[in-house]
């Protein structure tokens, strides 16, 4: 892999001409893949995507959830992506951005499961128009972007179904 040596940081700091792609090298050699906090998110996320695979399987909805089995294996591919490429921040940007997606499935999820109507619907409209934000404008640009930064080639071809799939659910 390829190390970030002094003077491409000082070219970065000396110039004051920040791009996309030096300020991502100084992240990739910052992050700790190996520490703790995110050891234990990654394996979190992953027993969590491996859980609701098994459960789909296991209930027969293979045919009928086969976009989700597809969605959960590419985000596994994202999480072993982050922890072996020269790409860690940009892939946890991405996994980080696409969860973020998410925020307003748990409230609407608890107030349909309580029966509070009122709250459901509120909470279903703030989730409608938070991931569509986030999935199709916020991922949309970062995946515009990370397009030609990622070292692999497989996450290359397989981020734009991704993204078209955010857009379909959105």
């Known amino acids: ?37 995110f050891m234990s998110l990654k394996t979190m996320s992953i027993c969590y995507f491996m859980y609701d695979i098994y459960n789909i399987i296991s209930h027969n909805l293979i045919y009928k959830k086969r976009l989700y089995i597809y969605h959960h294996i590419v985000t596994i591919l994202i999480h072993y992506y982050a922890y072996t490429s020269n790409n860690t921040y ?3 940007w991405i996994f980080y951005y696409g969860e973020l997606s998410n925020l307003f499935t748990y409230p609407t999820y608890h107030f349909l499961k309580t029966s509070n109507k009122t709250a459901a619907y509120v909470s279903a409209l703030l989730q409608s128009v938070w991931f569509v934000f986030y999935r199709v404008f916020v991922f949309g640009s970062i995946f515009f972007q990370l397009q030609f930064t990622l070292d692999s080639i497989l996450m290359r071809l397989l981020l734009p179904s991704i993204y078209i799939m955010g857009a379909m659910w959105a």
């Not at 002094?6 to 920040?18: A, K, P």
Request: aromatic fraction near 12%.
């Open 1 to 37: 892999s390829e190390q970030l040596n002094q003077s491409d940081t000082l070219n970065i700091s000396v110039n004051n001409e920040y791009s996309y792609y030096d300020l991502l090298k100084v992240y990739n050699h910052m992050c700790n893949v190996n520490s703790p906090i």
């Open 90 to 92: 940009e892939y946890v």
